[in-house]
Nanobody, 125 residues
């Protein structure tokens, strides 16, 4: 079983910062991409940022220069971070961690997509 557990959301004033974390655990052979998506109050899903195993990153235009995605592997725990600076009210959303993970055994071995439980980020004065 593979799990993605997120933390770090909350309420922050405009211009403030938050750091989200997401740790993948379980029977993991390898991880290709780790990413952050968000569901806006208008119920739209948006890719915020992604990082592949080689370290290349991709950002939504709306967050470029303000958000930074990074990942680490310590003691077989794979974690992806999203450092969010200069937050704006339009960044308010539920943020979801996403990962493409090779896992499984036998005929079930393959690459699967996993999601975290979501964490609320609210930017308001």
């Amino acid at each position: 079983q593979v799990q993605l557990v997120e933390s770090g959301g909350g309420l922050v004033q405009p211009g403030g910062s938050l750091r989200l974390s997401c740790t993948a655990s379980g029977s993991i052979f390898s991880i290709y991409t780790m990413a952050w998506y968000r569901h806006t109050p208008r119920n739209e899903r948006e890719l915020v940022a992604a990082i592949i195993s080689g370290g290349s990153t991709n950002y939504a235009d709306s967050v470029k220069g303000r958000f930074t995605i990074s990942r680490s592997r310590i003691n077989d725990k794979n974690t992806v971070f999203l450092q969010m600076n200069n937050l704006k009210s339009e960044d308010t959303a539920v943020y979801y961690c996403n990962a493409e993970i090779r896992t499984g055994t036998g005929d079930g071995f393959g690459t699967y997509e996993f999601w975290g439980q979501g964490t609320q980020v609210t930017v308001s004065s």
